[in-house]
């Protein structure tokens, strides 16, 4: 009974080169689109080195790996099992009495292993290469805007504020930000002061709010006091624990965190008061990658095993295409409705999983019953 367990290797050795052989190509294209695209960015730009976008392109490598990884799973068993099924070896095998369940154990198994390297390996390196690959970007093609180099732009934030009631917490707005001296500064500023039950207590106007340590230095302040507008202060102290770096880390892509430091990280946001859903779906996106990647490979082997002399492998191989890319658009789209609430986050990143797991389930019952 060697013959069981001799098959499984070869139909997952296959299965593993060719995927291999495909993520290297997709890589290689999007790589090359990459390039295109930050170039044309760069047009007219003499003092963009080409090297320097092409350093861009390559920090992004590991992150971009990831993402299609999936895609290349899919292709590359639809590359193998044609080629097994044209070459009638598993063909024989299922005559043989062979159930293609058993041979597509270690192709799924090989699958999923990749996706777990990619997220608890591969995710720790992306993260950081391609945080410094968005810093570069900034540099040099967005004139140094960084995340919160929001320019003609308003933005929101809650931080706690004891300065009035223990346990209080404030809302400020800025209808404008600058990074001046690596200092942040914010333009008509409101600030609303809320206490214990989020209730409004106070409520400041400023002219400008320039974030120091310790504090936000409000110039020309006026202050709301429940029914009484207080005499206006040319500087006002409001007491603060959010400092620059963190702003810029709460308002960076989770594509900038690793597997590892996403679900503290959006702990860390929601206690903030930043809106952590982006983070929450990016962590359960890749917690799911491996059962995705292990399910592509079943779709492959469900479009791809029909006999030649029945025709039309082509059009299945194209219909496996069709539906790898119908994923990803079912992705896009539940994905956004997790971000925005409509959705249970944790729903909203295994959908497309459960549902391609389906197809593939359905698939090689069909093709094992007839």
């Known amino acids: 009974m060697r013959l069981p367990l001799v098959l499984p290797l070869y139909v997952g050795r296959v299965f593993l080169v060719a995927t291999l052989a495909v993520l290297a190509g997709l890589l290689a294209i999007v790589a090359l689109l990459d390039v295109i695209e930050l170039t044309r960015r760069a047009a007219g730009r003499t003092d963009v080195a080409f090297v320097r976008l092409a350093e861009i392109t390559a920090l992004k490598l590991p992150f971009l790996a990831i993402e299609i990884l999936p895609f290349a799973v899919l292709i590359g068993g639809l590359v193998a099992f044609w080629r097994l099924t044209r070459s009638s070896e598993l063909i024989v095998a299922r005559a043989a009495g062979l159930s293609a369940w058993q041979f597509l154990s270690l192709p799924a198994l090989a699958a999923a292993l990749l996706g777990v390297v990619a997220i608890t390996l591969v995710s720790p390196i992306s993260a950081a290469l391609f945080a410094r690959a968005e810093r570069l970007d900034a540099s040099l093609l967005r004139g140094g805007a960084g995340p919160l180099g929001l320019t003609g732009g308003g933005l929101w934030l809650k931080q706690r504020d004891g300065g009035i009631v223990p346990d209080g917490s404030a809302i400020l707005h800025g209808g404008r930000v600058q990074v001046v001296a690596d200092r942040l500064v914010l333009e008509r500023v409101t600030v609303f002061r809320l206490g214990p039950d989020d209730r409004p207590i106070g409520r ?70 930043f809106p952590a859903q982006r983070h929450r779906l990016r962590f359960n996106m890749l917690l799911a990658l491996p059962v995705l990647a292990a399910t592509m490979a079943l779709v492959a082997a469900g479009f791809a095993m029909r006999p030649a002399r029945r025709g039309g492998v082509a059009l299945l191989a194209g219909s496996g295409v069709a539906a790898g890319f119908s994923l990803f658009v079912l992705t896009k789209v539940v994905g956004e409705f997790g971000v925005g609430g409509a959705v249970p986050v944790a729903m909203a990143a295994w959908t497309p999983t459960v549902v391609g797991l389906m197809l593939a389930v359905s698939l090689l019952l069909h093709l094992e019953d007839g």
């Open 204 to 273: 400041i106007e400023a002219e400008r709010a320039v974030l120091e340590p310790g504090r936000w230095r409000l110039e020309n302040a006026a202050v709301l006091a429940g029914d009484r507008l207080l005499a206006p202060t040319p500087v006002l102290a409001l007491p603060t624990d959010l400092t620059l770096e963190r702003l810029e880390e709460g308002l960076a892509p989770p594509d900038t965190l690793s597997f590892w430091d996403l679900p503290a990280f959006a702990r860390l946001l929601e206690e903030a008061g």
